[in-house]
């Protein structure tokens, strides 16, 4: 059977990517920085084995030690999503270094690490496919999010350049760029006084916000070579289409 190992599972777009795989076939190894006793069970339930291994993506000792069960495991690895990420929602100039310093550290250089070294398993198999989820705050610019664009930014860099470099040795590396989605991230968001959910329906084409499932059935297509073989270093925003949409607000809600 394929292995998929997932990061971010506790809750959201992790717990749901990780449950939409084990109902596809995967075996699982789960990564969070606290035990994901719920998803483990969810993912066993849909007949997957799956494992977690608790700690922390930035830490290259971590990344090292979950290669090391992965090899010990299985053998190796066919499918690796980067999903672990925090968000932060500061004006600019009130952003602290330490601030910035963390979200770049988990949003950006977690996914290498894990890329650089998973991806070394799936070049000596030949082939393998990495989903990184970015966010359409890595095609836009978005207000009081500096260290959190930067970072998605830098995710679809660098997801564009491992498809170059890989993708002839058999890795497809793919994005799939997220609009707002109802989970727990977007309930902190919201109670910090960000936006509110008027704000977001209103200005999405399709007047809703992303369920988790929508995301996590892009990554389940990204992830399969039968049905997404010859695609390798998008960025495919699942939006509702705010990215496509440069209409004025009363202009959009007239074509509702």
Partial sequence: MPVAVV????QGIGRRVAEVLAREGYALVLADLKEPVE????????????????????????????TEQVQERFGGVDVLVNNAGVSLLTPAEDTTAEQWRRVLEVNLTGPFLLSRALGKLMLEAGGGSIVNIASIAGLHGVG???????????????????????????????AVCPGWVKTEMDAADQASGGYTDEDIVDRVPMARFAAPEDIAQAVAFLSDPARSGFVNGVAMPVDGGWTADASWNSLRKRKR
Avoid: F, M, P, Q
């Fill in 7 to 10: 990061t971010g599972v506790a």
């Fill in 39 to 66: 998803t483990l069970a969810a993912a066993r339930a849909a007949g997957a084995e799956a494992y977690a291994v608790v700690g922390d993506v930035a830490s290259e000792t971590y990344v090292a030690g979950l």
């Fill in 144 to 174: 009081d999010r500096a260290a959190y664009n930067a970072s998605k930014h830098g995710l679809i860099g660098l997801t564009r350049t491992l498809a170059a470099e890989w993708g002839g040795r058999g890795i497809r590396v793919n």
